[in-house]
């Protein structure tokens, strides 16, 4: 469930990477760009990234605070 949410986070992101990029760039559809599809992948394989980061974060301290409450 945790990783479903993590990807639906990285989508979003990379969703609204193409609409940003394709403001800047202004050309054609948002999806007919080379370089606005390009953007996206890397926006998306970030946001992937980071989320990864959080998740793994939160249950390092979640086994932390475990490990603390069993004193």
Request: glycine share 8%; net charge negative.
């Amino acid at each position: 469930m945790e990783s479903q949410m993590s990807l639906t986070r990285a989508l979003l992101g990379a969703t609204y990477g193409i609409l940003i990029a394709d403001i800047f760039i202004q050309q054609g559809p948002v999806m007919g760009d080379y370089l606005t599809d390009l953007m996206a992948m890397v926006l998306f394989l970030v946001m992937l990234y980071i989320n990864r980061k959080l998740d793994s974060g939160h249950d390092e301290l979640m086994a932390e605070i475990k490990n603390t409450q069993s004193f």
